[in-house]
């Protein structure tokens, strides 16, 4: 089986930091692009940023350009999203998301994570 588990979310002041991770395990051959969503109370889940199997190239929503850097380490299956001066509107549920081969059968899945609350206050 392959799961995703985050990590990382909590409580922060407005202009804090927090730092997510999510690792990928199981019966894994490849992980290929890795994202991070987040779902905010009654809104629709929406893409936060996206970084390419190999790191070099990365997409982030422009509400959240130069302040979240998202990163990977591929000898760890696991995906970062540094996120700095966060805002009360950064509030939501974190969603780790990954398109993974398996080591057999060799197929290709898209996966994503139980979650991880951020709540950012004033």
């Known amino acids: 089986q392959v799961q995703l588990v985050e990590s990382g979310g909590g409580l922060v002041q407005a202009g804090g930091s927090l730092r997510l991770s999510c690792v990928a395990s199981?019966?894994?051959?490849?992980?290929?692009?890795m994202g991070w969503y987040r779902q905010a109370t009654g809104n629709q889940r929406e893409l936060v940023a996206s970084i390419s199997s190999g790191g070099g190239s990365t997409n982030y929503v422009d509400s959240v350009k130069g302040r979240f850097t998202i990163s990977r380490d591929n000898a760890k299956n696991t995906v970062y999203l540094q996120m700095n001066s966060l805002k009360l509107e950064d509030t939501g549920v974190y969603y780790c998301n990954a398109d993974i081969v398996r080591s057999w059968p060799l197929t290709t899945r898209n996966y994503w994570g139980q979650g991880t609350q951020v709540t950012v206050s004033s």
């Open positions: 199981g019966t894994i051959f490849r992980v290929d692009a």
